[in-house]
């Protein structure tokens, strides 16, 4: 969590640093590679449903081991997409 906050504040304060002296202009990404993820991202939050379901069932209220895997790696692509965004970000800049 912290290390998302500093993160973002880092990115924030270069990015706050470059949009002052550039016009912003649209920012885009491979739309391949934003497919891709986000195909991964549906896929897993189906899972994560389908499993969370199972648990309930199963014991309501107790989430398994399984559904923290996913939501990790949930994450795991969030942070991966901030990335590629954050990078997509700084070549249109250069």
Sequence with gaps: MIKKSAF???FTFL???FIC???AEKVSIEKDVLDKIL???EVLEKK???LEMKSEKAAPG???KD???LKEDVADISERLDKVETKSIL???T
């Design 8 to 10: 973002i504040f880092a």
């Design 15 to 17: 990015l706050a640093g």
């Design 21 to 23: 002296p550039v016009n």
């Design 39 to 41: 195909k991964r991202q």
């Design 48 to 50: 994560i449903r389908k």
């Design 62 to 64: 107790a989430p398994g």
């Design 67 to 69: 559904i923290d895997y």
């Design 91 to 93: 070549d249109r800049i």
